[in-house]
Structure formats: C-alpha cells, structure tokens
C-alpha cells in the first residue's frame, strides 16, 4: 500500500516553491494557463524524498506511514526531473534531495514580495565583485555576512577571501551578494550563512579555472 500525499499537502509543497521545479539546474515553471480560461496546465509533482512503498527508490523501511505522507518527505519537481530522480536513486539520494528542497524554498522565500526589475538588470554579465565572491566559495559553497556598528554589514567567504574594514568596500561586496541571490546563484541558508546553490557552485568552478594561474 502506498503512502500518498493529501491533495492539501501536495498544494502547499508546490506553492512553498513558487510552483517552480526544486532541481537547482532547472528551476521550470511547472504551471501555466490552459485554453480553456478557467483551468490551469500543471506538469509538476510532490515527489516523494523517500518512497511511498517497499521497493521504491529510496524507500527506508524506519519510517512510519505518516512519516512517509509527510510535507517534510516532499518535493516538487516537474515530471522531467521527478522521473530522473527516481530512475537513479544511487546519484540522487535523500540528503541531495533534501538540499535542493531546502534551497528551492529559500530562494523562493527570498523573492516574496519583491518587484521583479523591469530591465532584467540579473542577466548582465557578472561585475568583477560578483565574480570574486564566487571564485571564493567554490571550494566550500559558504559566504556569510557579518554586522558590526561600524560598518553595518560585511561579507566574508571562503578561505581566502575577507572583506576589508572600509565601509565602502564592505558595501559592494555585500550588494554583490544581494545580485547573487536575485540570479539564483546564491540562496540564504539561515541566519549569517549563505550557500551557493547548485547553480552558483557550477559557475564558481568554471571561474575558478579560467582564473589566471600563479
């Protein structure tokens, strides 16, 4: 028998993440109008993170039925990715799961309530600011923001990169920062910490080895 998701909690998984895909590299729409001016076209899924039954992916036998029918073993994904998940459960396990709902909700947590820039300014290419915060967290994925009276707040990330005590070099790193976080680059994971999403670490690397040796 198969622990399936209420239609409520499949609802909520969805619009958690804007109905948007949680996989970091593909992030699709996954509904949209319909011809018929009353309907809506929907092609994503609340997948479960371990399965909903004995012998599917990842299914952990630990776990009690309303574990298993629980938001917390949810994610949406469209149909392309909720396929490719469960058609490789070796590459996709539950931590990696875990990690792209968690991020999918917060950058769609983040978004709330903010106007979209009419110009798109996001799909500029990368300032040098941007770059370096990058190139600096691609071994770890880490950039947290401290606060401190004198200069409000300030990045640090990386093992080699450390915002200076100049409020206006503390200023553009951090609105750096802010840009990354609108291209989906970066998400918020909590408190002072920031995390490149899978996205973010991809670019990261690509800089990282285009940047000049010695």
């Not at 029918?69 to 396990?93: E, G, H, M, Y």
């Not at 009419?118 to 606060?147: F, M, N, W, Y």
């Not at 990045?155 to 790193?173: E, L």
């Amino acid at each position: 028998m198969r622990d399936d998701f209420t239609e409520e909690t499949k609802r909520a998984i969805g619009t958690r993440v804007a109905l948007k895909c949680s996989k970091p590299d593909c992030r699709a729409a996954t509904s949209g109008p319909q011809a018929d001016l009353s309907k809506a076209v929907n092609v994503g899924v609340a997948a479960h993170i371990t399965a909903a039954s004995p012998g599917g992916p990842r299914y952990n036998a630990s776990l009690t039925d309303d574990d298993r029918s629980s938001p917390r073993n949810a994610i949406w994904l469209c149909q392309n990715c909720a396929k490719l998940v469960d058609n490789d459960p070796v590459r996709f396990t539950v931590e990696v799961l875990q990690m792209w709902k968690r991020d999918a909700e917060h950058e769609a947590e983040d978004k709330v309530g903010k106007t979209s820039s009419p110009h798109k300014q996001h799909d500029r290419p990368l300032t040098e600011p941007e770059e370096q915060l990058l190139r600096s967290a691609a071994h770890d994925g880490v950039i947290q923001v401290l606060e401190t009276d004198q200069l409000g707040k300030w990045v640090r990330s990386g093992r080699d990169f450390v915002d200076q005590t100049d409020p206006v070099f503390a200023a553009i790193y951090y609105e750096a920062l802010e840009e990354l976080l609108l291209r989906g680059l970066v998400t918020h994971a909590g408190g002072i910490l920031y995390r490149l999403t899978g996205k973010g670490f991809a670019l990261a690397r690509q800089l990282t080895e285009r940047a000049p040796q010695g």
